[in-house]
T-cell receptor, first 110, second 113 residues
């Protein structure tokens, strides 16, 4: 079993739909990261969470430390949101050894 | 401010050769981490350097090595290249202390033929 599990692996939705991507992890962490990777490979760091909830524009990320679970939500989805979303966890602060989920490929249809 | 710069963007090498990739972090960032991304294994951590010292290491063979210079720029080297080393190599920089986020470079796509 992978230390970081994401679901779903693939998600296709219509423009405007509310999107939820889930991440569960089995190791102790100090921080969980949500990353976005567009075709061509470049990765953008969307959020770093250690507790609670963060919001940036149409993106919302939540984490439940007790349940070892995080969700990434996209409101009013747009075709430009089409990308691979990757969850990554880091152990203790001062230890940069990230472990990655396998990613969720999101396609938003106009 | 300038982002994380990786050079070169693309590279084709022959099996058995060695290769050196470069990563220039954001000014003021002292930590540089390296990752390998392949279709089969996804993203995997290679190693992390902080203030010129290797602070963390992933589960890769000794053919993969790196170093960091006093200006925080980092290089990674792969010797005796194998076909399976074909991958996207990404680096990320962070301040390296306390709560922090990462900024990723655009990556170097290495093809071994």
């Amino acid at each position: 079993k992978n230390e970081v599990e994401q679901s779903p692996q693939n998600l296709t939705a219509q423009e405007g739909e509310f999107i939820t991507i889930n991440c569960s992890y089995s190791v102790g962490i100090s921080a969980l990261h949500w990353l976005q990777q567009h075709p061509g490979g470049g990765i953008v760091s969307l959020f770093m969470l250690s507790s609670g909830k963060k919001k940036h524009g149409r993106l919302i990320a939540t984490i439940n430390i007790q349940e070892k679970h995080s969700s990434l939500h996209i409101t009013a989805s747009h075709p430009r949101d089409s990308a691979v979303y990757i969850c990554a966890v880091g152990p203790n602060f001062g230890n940069e050894k990230l472990t990655f989920g396998t990613g969720t490929r999101l396609t938003i249809i106009p | 401010k300038a982002g994380v710069t990786q050079t070169p963007r693309y590279l084709i090498k022959t099996r058995g050769q060695q290769v050196t990739l470069s990563c220039s972090p954001i000014s003021g960032h002292r930590s540089v981490s390296w990752y390998q991304q392949t279709p089969g294994q996804g993203l995997q951590f290679l190693f992390e350097y902080f203030s010129e010292t290797q602070r963390n290491k992933g589960n890769f063979p000794g053919r993969f090595s790196g170093r960091q210079f006093s200006n925080s720029r980092s290089e990674m080297n792969v010797s005796t290249l194998e076909l399976g080393d074909s991958a996207l190599y990404l680096c990320a920089s962070s301040p390296g202390t306390g709560g922090y986020g990462y900024t990723f470079g655009s990556g170097t796509r290495l093809t071994v033929v």
